[in-house]
């Protein structure tokens, strides 16, 4: 299907006629929830890209074997529960009854196995279930089962994972499709049907909610975990790119719900006593990411340098405001928040500050006076501001430095550029990292070089600590080996931690039922 695509201009002008569209009667009004999402839905497909607003998109319209509740700890969702035999070689997983699919179908367990082997094809934690699987099977409609080459306790949790690169169940027919390829034709089993016909690439997405859903009929709702309710009949996402109109929209009462807005406006906002204003629950992690394929960031005595110049309450302050309750400082490479995190090793980041001392080290270290390249996304506050405090940091120490600008979008493809700085190569980027509650699908942490995140980090140690954290038997187990996980990451430096941020949200006090993190659609009601 061809979707309609609009320019920036374009989009706010389409947004602003949006909502100045007639309104539905009152009655509908509140069966109907408008929310304004941090960036336009440009793809549609959950296992084609990481965005996080795809992520989002795809929480309405799948669903999930498992899912997570707010400690991050895996339940059946469209299981209806699972056996384990054979010393742990053996798992056996049973389909809850009468799911469907939006098209009217059934749910079949081959569905399912078509779907993790596409997930698994692509996403890092998924790749893990693929290689540790002699056999994904469906021996009858209801039935999945997983034969595997040795032990592996979190099966549940990776295919229940959160953040980027979910594990979507979709029809066999479209699970087929390559990983490579995206699938547009967004057929789930989720509480909301998404309304592709309403689509405006820039402007809208719509979704009304699944008649045929069967919501879990145990458990308590925690994040993805549990009953999923969808109390309204239709959602509407309008997409309105300037923070500021989004404001004035909801001030305006023409939408619900802002999954984003700033600091600079909170003031504003919380003057009107028909909204709430407050940060969310779950915490992200911002990261100085290096390039190990080209100089000087290819010695790790260089990226160990500036360890002890960073100051993450610099970054987070020049990121996101003053107000310490936003983020939170002296944090590692696990969300300080999660059962991973540990203080192993932190004293680099925690101890005194001295730059006289860096740009000795660096010396020391061999630098001399090589071309830093600093990627900087001047359409994104946040991110310019961690990449203004990294150039001017760098140059303190006497670091070589050059900042080179562009929108999110040209940075975020220019950071897949391997080749040298004159062929339009890079040394830094900044960005936010979500998903770093575990080893498991942690992307600034997998160090297999070539086929490593963006920067290609390559660590044997790092990889056999992260394949031992997979087979580990119990939490207590995993915990002691992300310790020294963290050890060894501030001896390679994969990226430097900046701290970590919680988002500034804003919605109509009316709303409740707002689940931890990331925007769920299903729980949330008015009045």
């Given at each position: 299907m061809s979707v309609p695509t609009l320019n920036r201009r374009a989009a706010l002008s389409a947004g602003a006629a949006l909502l100045a569209a007639p309104r539905l009667s009152a009655a509908q009004g509140r069966r109907v929830l408008k929310f304004v999402p941090q960036a336009d839905l440009a793809v549609l497909d959950p296992v084609f890209t990481t965005a996080a607003v795809t992520t989002n998109h795809s929480q309405m319209v799948f669903d999930y074997l498992y899912g997570l509740d707010a400690r991050f700890r895996p339940h059946p969702q469209m299981v209806a529960g699972h056996v384990v035999e054979n010393d742990g070689l053996t798992w056996t997983m049973t389909l809850r009854e009468g799911l469907r699919f939006h098209d009217g179908e059934p749910v079949r367990a081959r569905d399912c196995v078509a779907s993790i082997r596409r997930w698994g094809s692509r996403d890092m934690y998924g790749q893990e279930v693929i290689a540790r699987a002699d056999e994904i099977s469906a021996p009858d409609d209801r039935t999945i089962r997983f034969r595997l080459k040795k032990p592996f306790p979190g099966l549940h949790a990776a295919l229940g994972k959160n953040g980027a690169s979910v594990c979507p169940m979709m029809p066999e027919r479209l699970a087929n499709t390559e990983a490579t390829r995206q699938v547009t034709e967004m057929v789930g089993s989720g509480p909301y049907r998404f309304l592709a016909d309403e689509r405006m690439a820039g402007a809208r997405a719509a979704y009304a909610r699944f008649e045929g859903y069967v919501p879990r009929p145990d458990g308590t709702a925690s994040r993805t975990a549990g009953p999923k309710l969808a109390h309204f009949d239709r959602v509407e996402w309008t997409i309105i790119p300037d923070q500021a109109t989004a404001a004035s929209a909801l001030l305006a009462g023409e939408v619900d719900w802002l999954e984003v807005t700033n600091n600079d406006l909170a003031p504003l906002l919380k003057r009107n006593r028909n909204l709430?204003?407050?940060?969310?629950?779950?915490?992200?992690?911002?990261?100085m990411r290096f390039n190990w394929l080209q100089p000087p960031f290819d010695r790790p005595a260089i990226r160990r340098a500036l360890l002890g110049a960073v100051s993450q309450e610099d970054?987070?302050?020049?990121?996101?405001?003053?107000?310490?309750?936003?983020?939170?400082?002296?944090?590692?490479?696990?969300t300080s928040d999660s059962p991973m995190a540990s203080k192993a090793g932190l004293e680099v980041l925690t101890g005194r500050r001295d730059l006289a001392k860096v740009k000795r080290d660096l010396q020391a270290a061999g630098y001399a006076g090589e071309r830093v390249v600093?990627?900087?996304?001047?359409?994104?506050?946040?991110?310019?501001?961690?990449?203004?405090?990294?150039?001017?940091?760098?140059?303190?120490?006497?670091?070589?430095?050059?900042?080179?600008n562009g929108d999110w979008g040209t940075i975020s493809t220019r950071r897949a550029n391997r080749g040298p700085l004159d062929r339009g190569g890079w040394s830094i980027f900044v960005t936010g990292l979500g998903n770093t509650i575990d080893p498991g699908g942690h992307l600034g942490l997998r160090a297999n070089g070539a086929r490593a995140w963006f920067g290609?980090?390559?660590?044997?140690?790092l990889e056999e600590l992260r394949q031992d954290w997979i087979t580990a038997p119990d939490?207590?187990?995993?915990?002691?080996?992300?310790?020294?996980?963290?050890?060894?990451?501030?001896?390679?430096?994969?990226?430097i931690p900046l701290g970590e941020y919680r988002t500034l949200t804003a919605h109509k006090t009316d709303l409740t039922g707002f689940p931890p993190g990331a925007p769920l659609f299903y729980g949330v009601r008015r009045g």
């Open positions: 709430n204003v407050h940060v969310v629950e779950d915490l992200f992690g911002t990261i970054f987070m302050t020049a990121a996101y405001g003053t107000d310490p309750a936003a983020w939170e400082i002296n944090v590692g490479y696990f600093v990627l900087q996304a001047d359409d994104y506050p946040s991110l310019k501001g961690l990449a203004e405090v990294t150039a001017d940091l760098l140059k303190q120490v006497g670091m070589n430095v050059e900042v080179q290609w980090p390559d660590s044997p140690r939490p207590a187990a995993q915990a002691a080996l992300c310790a020294e996980m963290q050890r060894q990451a501030f001896q390679d430096v994969p990226y």
